[in-house]
């Protein structure tokens, strides 16, 4: 019925609003990206670069470097999927309304 459909939209949206809220204020949420932010807030805490560096072989900065980059590119993966679900579930409502309309 009418009624339903526009519940279940409204029920839709408040959804949409609550998850963007909630990706706007929320801090990392996955395991990497909590891995990320502990090795940031570890590089930053050392007070010399030349510490850095003679705790670290150049192999070990390079490995770490490529597996961080690793897991940005398979977190952006994620986020785009996630994009590309909001946008598919966005036509379906903007669909159903059209549909509902005429």
């Not at 030349?50 to 940005?72: R, Y």
Request: aromatic fraction near 2%; glycine fraction near 4%.
């Amino acid at each position: 019925s009418n009624t339903e459909a526009e519940q279940t939209i409204k029920r839709l949206r408040e959804e949409c609003r609550k998850y963007a809220q909630a990706q706007r204020t929320r801090g990392p949420i996955s395991e990497s990206e909590l891995a990320i932010a502990g090795e940031v807030s570890r590089l930053r805490g050392e007070s010399r670069r030349e510490k850095l560096l003679g705790s670290m072989t150049t192999a070990e900065v390079l490995d770490t470097v490529v597996q961080l980059k690793e897991t940005i590119e398979d977190e952006r993966s994620l986020y785009r999927g996630l994009v590309e679900e909001h946008k598919d579930l966005l036509a379906l409502v903007a669909q159903y309304e059209e549909e509902r309309r005429s």
